[in-house]
């Protein structure tokens, strides 16, 4: 299984962004995917989630900004970030916790950097 994230770079603040999530080797399905972000120098966020039934949690500091979606089909998650700020900049990386062996998977995380 693995999951490739791509869709970071550059935005101004008040600017969007897409981020999307590939995975492969295994399906999406009842698979929940999650977000997480890590900025330089802090721990690493929790962002949101999308489980089975395209149910969505997300972070606090995402609420109202940030939207998951999937693409079942092309086994793909979505995160479209809207009304960005510097404090969103971070290498964003998802997850997916398989829910038939119990196993976690990474994707390699992508930059998105905000500026001022």
């Known amino acids: 299984v693995q999951l490739q994230a791509s869709g970071g770079g550059l935005v101004q603040a008040g600017g969007s962004l897409s ?3 590939l995975v492969s080797g295994t399906a999406l399905n009842g698979n929940p995917v999650t977000w997480y972000r890590q900025a330089a120098g802090h721990q690493r966020e929790w962002v949101g989630i999308i489980r ?3 149910s969505t949690s997300y972070a606090d500091s995402a609420a109202g900004r940030f939207t998951l979606s999937r693409d079942v089909a092309k086994n793909t998650v979505y995160l479209q970030m809207n009304n960005l700020k510097p404090e969103d900049t971070a290498v964003y990386s998802c997850h997916l916790d398989d829910q038939t ?4 998977y990474w994707g390699q995380g992508t930059l998105v950097t905000v500026s001022s």
Not at 101 to 104: I, L, P
């Open 19 to 21: 981020l999307s999530c």
């Open 52 to 54: 089975r039934y395209d």
């Open 101 to 104: 062996t119990g196993v976690d």
